[in-house]
């Protein structure tokens, strides 16, 4: 996987939903707008433990709000 240019091992990902799998809780990813190279931007919303339906809500309403997902350029 690449970021900013540099080669990263595909497990560098798993820091950040670790958190909320260590926690137990719910995790939503959100997306909310386009970057300027046109990858799209995303928000991880937790919740408490059971509360999958309001993290699921939440980023519901937040997406509306907000730019949301659109397929990158180039992208069939």
């Not at 240019?5 to 926690?23: I, L």
């Not at 999958?52 to 997902?69: C, H, P, Q, S, V």
């Amino acid at each position: 996987m690449r970021v900013n240019g540099q080669s990263r091992p595909y497990w560098d990902q798993v820091k950040w939903s670790a958190v909320a799998n260590a926690a137990g809780s719910p995790a939503t990813t959100v997306p909310v707008r386009t970057a300027r190279d046109g990858l799209p931007v995303g928000l991880q919303v937790m919740g408490p433990g059971g509360g999958d339906l309001t993290t699921i809500k939440f980023a519901e309403l937040l997406g509306r709000e907000l730019e949301g997902y659109r397929p990158p350029p180039n992208c069939a």
